[in-house]
């Protein structure tokens, strides 16, 4: 399997999450699995990210498509297309909530080479998106308030 997935039901608006996901301070405060990142998450920004599952490793990461509300996709791995990870928040109305959807792709001709050295990113994902769940309910909960 090539891929991870996590999703969850979120009592918040897309625009509360986007608000988060888009946020760099929220997320480095909201233990979510990022313990440190560099630069701006903006449209064709490249950032540097370190995760709790990379300990010192800095991944960098180019933004490749924003949608406001619903859809941003980074993109990272090595030169000349050999690894490349794909991952994709993807934020979808459900009456007055969301359901916001992580997915990370792996492709090139060293992915099932990587990902067997890999550790396991399912409870890295799971960590990120309940987070994610949590700071927007609350958030959202604030603004009723």
């Known amino acids: 399997m090539n891929y991870i997935e996590f999703s969850s039901k979120i009592d918040a608006t897309p625009a509360v999450i986007w608000d988060i996901l888009t946020d760099k301070d929220q997320l480095l405060a909201g233990n979510v699995g990022i313990t440190r990142l560099e630069g701006d998450i903006r449209l064709g920004n490249k950032i540097k990210l370190w995760?709790?599952?990379?300990?010192?490793?800095?991944?960098?990461i180019k933004i490749i498509e924003m949608d406001m509300n619903k859809k941003m996709v980074w993109q990272g791995g090595m030169p000349l297309g050999?690894?490349?990870?794909?991952?994709?928040?993807?934020?979808?109305?459900?009456?007055?909530?969301?359901?916001f959807h992580l997915r990370e792709d792996y492709t090139g001709l060293l992915t099932n080479m990587i990902r067997k050295?890999?550790?396991?990113?399912?409870?890295?994902?799971?960590?990120?998106?309940?987070?994610?769940?949590?700071l927007a309910e609350a958030k959202a909960?604030?603004?009723?308030?």
Do not use: C, Y
């Open 82 to 99: 050999l690894f490349t990870g794909t991952r994709q928040f993807n934020i979808t109305q459900d009456g007055n909530g969301s359901i």
């Open 51 to 60: 995760a709790e599952v990379g300990g010192d490793r800095a991944f960098p």
């Open 141 to 145: 909960g604030e603004t009723q308030s």
């Open 117 to 134: 050295s890999m550790p396991d990113m399912n409870p890295s994902f799971e960590k990120f998106v309940l987070a994610i769940k949590r």
